[in-house]
């Protein structure tokens, strides 16, 4: 019996309650209204007016309250009307400038693209004579170096003959030497040479029929002779200076100016017995000392030998 009435307790506060909540949706929770929110406005009736004081008004009793709460009246609407007639009337005035600004702006448009295209041709012009000054320059520079190439290759033959012809002349020289020695007579056709008195050639068997010393053992004091073809020797042939004890024949090829003077002296197997390097230093410092006769005839430069013969102390 006591759980029947706990129970319809229960189903009858639930079905309050519901009642209760239904009551506060519909009745009870309303939104409340807000009020608009804006910039106090001067009061008045009119659109137009004038004068910084609110007239009084008989219609209407203002609230002590609300002067306080007003904001300083704004600027009167009247004044942006002569402003926009200002505005427009300005517009009218400036019309005339635009149209001028326009005209100008299109004169100096043509100006300058008629001064680009000027610019254009004279840069065309520019580059097209700098381009013939260049083929100009190129042209003149190849005959110069065809020019240049052939003077060479003139000295270049030039230079060949000569030592074509010394060579030659060089040869014949040996042989003459040669075909001299062997039958004890120089290349002349005299039968007798020398300063001592009597007949046959003085010297020794192993000398130079060119040397014009006659003492000593062989090819001078310390053996010496030369061979250079129409020339002579200035003064003596110089001796070489050495301080060892060997023996051998030393030939050095000189090579001589036209005037006199020994301009090159280098070691000629040919014709040498001996390679010792003290004896051939010795002799090819001796021969840069030689002197020949001066020759305007002469080449430039003539080669020839000086044979120096070193013997033991």
Same mark, same amino acid.
């Given at each position: 019996?006591?759980?029947?009435?706990?129970?319809?307790?229960?189903?009858?506060?639930?079905?309050?309650? &519901?009642?209760?909540?239904?009551?506060?949706?519909? +009745?009870?929770?309303?939104?409340?209204?807000?009020?608009?929110? #804006?910039?106090?406005?001067?009061?008045?009736?009119?659109?137009?007016?004038?004068?910084?004081?609110?007239?009084?008004?008989?219609?209407?009793?203002?609230?002590?309250?609300?002067?306080?709460?007003?904001?300083?009246?704004?600027?009167? %609407?009247?004044?942006?009307?002569?402003?926009?007639?200002?505005?427009?009337?300005?517009?009218?005035?400036?019309? *005339?400038?635009?149209?001028?600004?326009?005209?100008? %702006?299109?004169?100096?448009?043509?100006?300058?693209?008629?001064?680009?295209?000027?610019?254009?041709?004279? %840069?065309?012009?520019?580059?097209?004579?700098? %381009?013939? =000054?260049?083929?100009?320059? /190129?042209?003149?520079?190849?005959?110069?170096?065809?020019? /240049?190439?052939?003077?060479?290759?003139? =000295?270049?033959?030039?230079?060949?003959?000569?030592?074509? /012809?010394?060579?030659?002349?060089?040869?014949?020289?040996?042989?003459?030497?040669?075909?001299?020695?062997?039958?004890?007579?120089?290349?002349?056709?005299?039968?007798?040479? @020398?300063?001592? #008195? #009597?007949? #046959?050639?003085?010297?020794?068997?192993?000398?130079?029929?060119?040397?014009?010393?006659?003492?000593?053992?062989?090819? @001078?004091?310390?053996?010496?002779?030369? !061979?250079?073809?129409?020339?002579?020797? &200035?003064?003596?042939?110089?001796?070489?200076?050495?301080?060892?004890?060997?023996?051998?024949?030393?030939?050095?090829?000189?090579? &001589? !100016?036209?005037?006199?003077?020994?301009?090159? *002296?280098?070691? =000629?197997?040919?014709?040498?017995?001996?390679?010792?390097?003290?004896?051939?230093?010795?002799?090819?410092?001796?021969?840069?000392?030689?002197? +020949?006769?001066?020759?305007?005839?002469?080449?430039?430069?003539?080669?020839?030998?000086?044979?120096?013969? +070193?013997?033991?102390?």
């Amino acid at each position: 019996m006591e759980k029947k009435y706990n129970k319809q307790g229960i189903i009858g506060s639930v079905i309050f309650h &519901v009642l209760v909540l239904l009551l506060l949706i519909f +009745f009870g929770l309303k939104v409340l209204p807000q009020e608009e929110e #804006g910039i106090l406005v001067n009061l008045g009736n009119v659109q137009t007016g004038l004068g910084p004081v609110e007239p009084p008004k008989a219609s209407q009793k203002p609230t002590p309250v609300e002067p306080k709460k007003t904001t300083p009246p704004p600027a009167p %609407k009247e004044k942006a009307t002569p402003k926009t007639e200002e505005s427009v009337k300005t517009q009218d005035f400036d019309e *005339a400038p635009e149209v001028k600004s326009a005209e100008q %702006k299109k004169k100096e448009e043509e100006d300058r693209i008629k001064k680009q295209l000027e610019a254009e041709a004279r %840069k065309k012009q520019l580059e097209e004579e700098r %381009k013939i =000054q260049e083929e100009a320059d /190129r042209k003149a520079k190849a005959e110069a170096e065809a020019k /240049r190439q052939a003077e060479l290759e003139k =000295q270049r033959q030039l230079e060949e003959e000569r030592k074509k /012809r010394e060579e030659e002349q060089r040869i014949k020289d040996e042989a003459r030497n040669k075909v001299g020695s062997a039958f004890g007579k120089s290349n002349s056709d005299s039968s007798s040479e @020398g300063d001592a #008195g #009597g007949s #046959g050639n003085q010297g020794y068997v192993t000398g130079d029929p060119n040397s014009k010393n006659r003492s000593g053992s062989g090819l @001078g004091d310390s053996g010496n002779g030369f !061979s250079l073809d129409g020339r002579s020797l &200035v003064g003596t042939l110089p001796q070489p200076n050495y301080g060892i004890q060997e023996q051998g024949i030393i030939v050095v090829q000189v090579t &001589v !100016s036209k005037y006199g003077q020994v301009v090159s *002296a280098e070691y =000629q197997l040919k014709g040498s017995t001996s390679q010792n390097s003290t004896l051939i230093k010795a002799a090819i410092d001796a021969a840069k000392k030689a002197k +020949f006769n001066s020759d305007a005839n002469a080449s430039a430069f003539q080669k020839g030998t000086i044979t120096y013969t +070193f013997e033991l102390n």
